[in-house]
Each structure stands twice: as C-alpha cells, then as structure tokens.
C-alpha cells in the first residue's frame, strides 16, 4: 500500500484579489533570497500564510507549497510529503528515495537526506519551498531532519517557513551567518495606515480615523483582531459604541468576538461551522458526510468568498481549511454545545476516509470517537502496510490509545503491537503483548462485531493473519530474544517459528527461516546459518521481494568469509549488486555495504587501491542505501586501509568515530571496534593500554573458547605475545601457547577457516619466540595450505618482518623448492618486499594475484645477487657492462643468469624481464 498524498496540501493559497498590498513587506522577502532561510514567525491570525503566498505568487520562482499538520510529525511521512512538494517543482526530483520510503526495510530519514539533497543541488534554476504552519511538527526525529535540510540546504532552493513560535534551528548561528531573514510579529502587524485601508477599504465600513486609531491601538494591528471585528461591526448602526466597548487582551477579544460573529449567523450556517470543526481539511462531500446536509461544496466556496476565515488548498476549489485560530474556537464552542454530538461527527469523519482509501485519516478520527472497535478493526488491516513503510511510531501511537481491556481480546493487534514495539526498540513490553495474544491459541475466531470487551473468544478482522498467529508469536519472539543476546532462546523461538509456518505463505516462512539461520549466526554453527538464511532469503524472493533478498546477500557473504571462502563472498556481492541492477534499482538498500565487502575482500589480497575505490564507490551510492550498520562498517574498512598505509592515528580516529556510529542489529558483533583499537595499540607500541583493554574486557588466557567472542580471545593472545616479545612477564609466552591451542581446536571444529588461518599465523610466531623452529614452521605450513586456495595476502604481510622471516625460512627449507605452496610462498614474500617497513597502499601492485596464476614453474626464490643481476637486465646494459657494474666476472654473470632463467622458468632475457614483472619482482 502506498502513501495517500492529499495533493491539496501541496497548493499555496491563491492571494486574494482584495488583499491588502503590504509592498515593504514583499520587498524585504524579495532581498531576503540571497539568504539561505526566511522565516516568518508570530502568533495566530497575524497573517503569516497570507503574506507568504502574496510573496510567491510574483516572486518570479518555481515554489514549492506544503501545508504541515499533526500528522507530518511521523518522519517518513513529513519525508514523503516534502518531495511530493518539490516535485511540484520538478517533477523528477527524489523519485527514487520515495520509492525507497515505500521498501519493505526503508533507511532512516537521516540517510534518505544526504541523496535528496544532492537531487536538488541539480535544479536548473532557483526555486523556493515553502514549509506553512511548522509550528505543528513537534516530533524529536522530524525536527532533526529539518535542521539537517537547512543547514546543508543547496543554493538553488530558498527555505520559507511560516509558524507561531520558532522552530528547533540553529537560528542563532544563521543569523551569525547571515543566512536568515526573519519577519516577526511586529513586522506584520497593521500600521495605522494599514488598519484604515483594511477597515475602511477591503471591509468596507465607515469609519471615522479616530475609530480606526482605537480598534489600531486595542488590536496592536492584529490582523485577525482587526477582521474579527470588522465582521462583527458589519450591519451595524452603532459602530462608535461597539468600539468603545472593545477593550481587553488578545486572550480575551477572540471570544468575545467569535460569539459576537456567531451568534450573527443564520442558524444552519452556524451547524455546518461547527460541525465542520472537526475536520483538518474541508472538502465538499466530507462536509456533506459529516454534517448530513448536502451543499457542502457550494458553502465551502461562499465561506471563502465572504472572508470567513476558510482558505483554499488547491487551484481548483476543492479542499479547503479553516484559518486555524478560527478553526480552535469553532472546536471549543461544538464541544461547549454539542458535547454529546463530537463523537459522532468523528464517525461519520471516520467513515467516509476508509471509504475514500485513507485508512490513516479514518483510524485518527475513529480514535478522536472513542469508537475503538472500529479503530481496532481498521488498525489491524492497515498497520502491517504502515509499518512496511517505516511509519511504525504513526501505528505504535495508535496501538498505546487503545484500552489494553480491548487489546487482551484481539490477538491479531496484540501481535502487531508486539512487531511494532520491536521496531520502535521498546523491548520491555514485547513478552506481555506476546501473552496476550497467546492467550487465544486454539480458540475459533468471532467477527469484528463481536461484544468490544467480550472474554468468550478473541475477536478477528484478518483471519488470514489469525491463522498465521502461533508462527508470528514464535517469529518476534526470536527476534526479542536476538536483541535481548539471548541465542538459545532465539535459536529455540525460531525454529519453532520455521515449524509452524506454512509452505504456501513465502513471506512469513521465509522470515522464519532466515531469522532461524541469524540464531545459529550467532551460535557459531556457520554452516546451517548460511543454508537456513539462505532459503529463506529465496522465498523472499520468490515472494518478488527483491530488495530483502539483495540486502540478505551481506549476511550470506559475512558468513562466507569468517568460513574463509573469500572467493565465494566475493561472487555473492557481484551477484547481488548484479541483481539490484537488473531489478532497475541499483541504489536499493545494501548495495553501499555490498562496496563495502568488496573493498574488504580487495584488502585481503593485497589490492589496496581497489579496495580504496570499492570505498568511493560505496560513498558515491550514499548512506541510505546501506543498511543502519553501514557507516559503521564503512569507517572500519577505512581505518584498515589507513592502518596498512602507515597512518595508525588516523585509523585510530577512524575507529573512535566508527564506535560512535555502531547501531545494534540482528547481526552478530563478533569483532568489535574495541579489540581492532587494541590491535593497532600493539602496531603502535602501546602495550600497557592493550593489557588494560584486557583486563576491562575481563579476558583470561584460560577462558573456554566461543565463536562471540572468539576474535576477542584472539586479540588477547596477541597481547600476551607482545608481553613475551618485551619480556615483561614470563608466563605470558606458555599462556598465549595454550590459548592459541585451545582457539585453534574451537575454529576448526565450527569450520571458521578465516579465524583458524590467524590463530595458526600466530601459532607460528609463537612456536618462533619459544626457539622451536619445527613447531612454527608446522604451523605456517597449515595456515599456508588453508589461505593459497582464497588468496589471502593481508593476513600474513600485516604480521610484519617476523611473519615475512618465517616465511622466507620455510621457502629455503630442504625440500622446499618442490612444494605446491612454494608460488604462494613468493607471492607473498614479494608482497612483503613492495610494503617492507612501512605498508603503502599505492606501492601494492594490482597484478599479484594475476601473478600468482602463472606462478607454478617459479619454484625457487632469487638471491639477493641474482635480484641485483635481474635489475640490470632489464637496463639496456650489455654483459660486460653488467659485469663490471657488479664487480664479478663475465663467467659469474653467466652463471647467474642462467640461474636466473632456470628459477623464472624462460630461456631469454626479454622473456625473463616479463616474468619478473609479473610477479612483482621488478
């Protein structure tokens, strides 16, 4: 279900042809453009909307209109509506992050922002958007979008904003800046000349200058004081008299005049403004609905004839509103007389928008009737679709104004009003709505007419969503118990949930299953995680929910490397980004952290430089196509890329700022940002931090292994060989030995190849500090034989000089020379060589895997002679010459070359130059 645009919001009110001319005002308004924000700022009735749209009108600007009300204060609508205003303009312009808004998972407002933005920079020529009556958006999360807008608004959009008090803007710093215009009460207030050309002119009553001096002087040039009395002075013989008799505060002439107005009304005039007070937007038929009467159009439009505070929303005359100061005394004085009568006229309110498919509008009026049946039954049809579209504080509001009496027998809605609680992160109150909906388990659903409070059997709008209960209860319980770090009672909840739903409903089983295959993510059995989330991820799709299944890959290619199956990961990213092209979306939602996995897997083997573009590329979709955990993720991959380019404080800021924009998800955390800082304390030296990061993590060297916390317990073993390297405690070498044993067995029983490549590498230097040569090269022969067939290069060039050592006495080693790991063996002894003490991402050659490929008849590395000789065969040097340069004789140089070419597998010197530049030796 997509989101009603009421277009009549989106329409400035057409100026009036007697309005009074206010040319300062206009002018100020007109200078006011090269700044970035004008805002019109004061109290009811002082003519705010009425100024601006005379402004728009012959500013000679493309304008963009929205009519704010109570309900743009849920972000995804204020969004929605924001761009259906500019496309008003554009018609173009932020399509795609509408259709974002309307995915099954959409991003946060904050992320839809930054692309928004970009779209309107695009403008071909200036325009304005004007946001009326913004004092109604009083939500935290709207509020901080629309300071975002303002202050990385592009120039080619001017912000107006008309309200009774100022928005939540940095409006001192604009002023600062002087990027503000600001029109305040005082501003708009009649002058003595304006009160008379408005009395005595628009109006049309005779009025002596001191009349008009002492309505002026009482009113303090209150526009909607001034026209309040000027209606009530219409028809009278005793004008003087009245105007004497008006005294007293704004508080106060507001009432006395609407009764002095009302009372003066025909008596079915009277009925139809007050029974119309209850609507927000006035519309011919809706009246004819509310009020019972027809004619409503007519009225509506002989309202706004005769100045009666009704304005129009559209050029057509269709929808209309009540000037809201008049609008808030109708309200009071229909409660005041007809108390009984309010929430019926809601009803008949309520009616007529499900009727004309505006479920929001209907549920908000059955609400305001008290009616909560009726709320209760529209609630549960419509939510689910609401929610889809990230409107879950709209439907969570609407959940907390129904009696919990009503809830306990409605099953249906409890279990919505549990989904909704979880989305919304109030986990607290998810298990007693859980309960009360189990309560019905087994019994037969009633209609919707049954008795509201009725215990004898739950009551049901959508049967089909009754049938899918007990699985749905399982479904968020798992979820609950996932964001509680509770995985065996996920793993228990979910399976439970992939039990009892059935085959034929794919979006429900397959929620199932995947949330299944994130229980055991957590639990560490990679294996079943990846088939159960997996098939569910292709029901889903099945189902023709694409974007689920494109964002589903990440999880699936996260599995995939901790398995050490790098090549596999990265075929899943390729084929996800693939489909989100051919979905004719290549900006749906995690298609930036798939960039972000890519450029990962492009570290791991040693390509930096396109490691660093998968970055750009991920930046260049923008943080609303990734998921919440994206800009996390995005920052950590960076400070990787700089650690290995040498700037360890930068990847320590990188991090820093990575910690503080971490949100939790259903995705288990298993390397967190603290461990990583740790790491690149040890590169830094910053030993005695790295052990207090231990002890606060409250980490032993005899702790029992587990997955959760396995990168961890890693971590720590590195800390502990650091200890033995700086011989600052003689235990630490044995106890970093047996943690790494302990790890090792844990890693290769779960099948973590990724984890067991790292706790070997670091076997390796241990069993090097301990003297025991045999042990270390052992270690490195399995790390070696389980890392060439995925490619993994970073893992052992980020170890350091001692990695590269090892490595080097093993490739010398008797019997060597004949090893199918010995081209790996140069491979990565020639990556060591290009980063030495100092990694750099630009000396990371892009062909060493290419290298690696034609490698096999390289079986034996250079000597350092024969790397000099290498060096000057590839000058335009002769032999002799070469032999002089080297010191040795022609006889030598012979020999060296020979070996030269016997080593690199050629018979010519060209053919030589070729081949070690492929493998990365020249």
Known sequence: MSTLVLTAKLFAPPPRSDALPRPDLLARLSAGLQRRLTLIAAPAGYGKTSLASAWVAGCGRPVAWLALDAADNDP????????????????????????????????????LLPPLLNQIAALPQPAILVLDDCHVLDAEPVGQALTALVEHLPPA??????????????????????????????????????AAAFLTGVMALDLTADDVAALEERTEGWVAGLQLAALSMQGRQDTRAFIRTFAGDHRYILDYLVDEVLQRQPAALRQFLLQTAILDHLHGPLCDAVTGQAGGGARLEALQRG????????????????HHLF????????????PDHVAELHRRASLWYEQHGAPADAIRHALAAQDHPRAADLIELAAPALVQQRQEATVLGWYKALPDALLRCRPVLSVGYAGALLACGEIARVEERLRDAERWLGHAAEGADQTEHSPAAPVVRDAAAFRRLPG???????????????VPAAVDSAGRALDLMAEEDPIWSGAATALLGLTYWASGDLEAAYRLFAAGLARLREAGNIADAIGGAIALADIRVTQGRLREAKRIYEQGLQLAADSGAPQLRGTADMYVGLSELAYERGDLPAAAQHLQRSQAQGEHTGFPRHPYRWRVALAHIRAAQGDLDDALDLL??????????????????????ARLWLAQGRLDEAIGWARERGLSAHDAPGYLREFEHITLARVLLAQAASELAGSALPAAVGLLDRLCAAAEAGARADSLIEILALLA???????????????????????????????FVDEGPAMAALIQAQSAARGAQSDSLQPYRVLLLAAFDRVGGAPDAHDEPAVLHAALERSHAFVEPLSERERAVLRLLRSEMGGPEIARALVISLHTLRTHTKHIYAKLGVSSRRAAIRRAEELGLL
């Open 76 to 111: 995804a609508r204020f969004l929605a509506y924001l761009i259906a205003a500019l496309q008003t303009v554009a018609p173009t312009l932020g399509s795609d992050v509408a259709a974002l808004l309307q995915s099954s998972q959409p991003p946060t407002i904050a992320a």
């Open 157 to 194: 959009l001017h912000l107006v904003i008309t309200a009774r008090a100022d928005p939540p803007l940095p409006l001192a710093r604009l002023r600062a800046r002087d990027q503000l215009t600001e029109l305040r009460a005082t501003d708009l207030r009649f002058t003595r000349a304006e």
């Open 307 to 322: 100045n009666f505070f009704v304005l129009p929303l559209d050029d057509r005359r269709q929808w209309y509103r009540y």
């Open 327 to 338: 609008a808030d005394v109708l309200a009071a004085q229909l409660l005041a007389e007809q």
């Open 472 to 486: 749905a209860i399982a479904v968020y319980r798992a979820a609950q118990a996932l964001a509680l770090g509770d």
């Open 656 to 677: 820093q700022e990575a910690e503080r924009r971490y949100v939790g998800d259903f995705f288990p955390n298993v390397r967190p940002v603290a461990a990583r800082r």
């Open 765 to 795: 230097r241990a069993h090097q500090l301990r003297g025991d040569a045999p042990a270390a090269l052992a270690s490195l022969a399995r790390a070696l034989t389980l890392a060439e067939p995925e490619g993994y290069i970073r893992l």
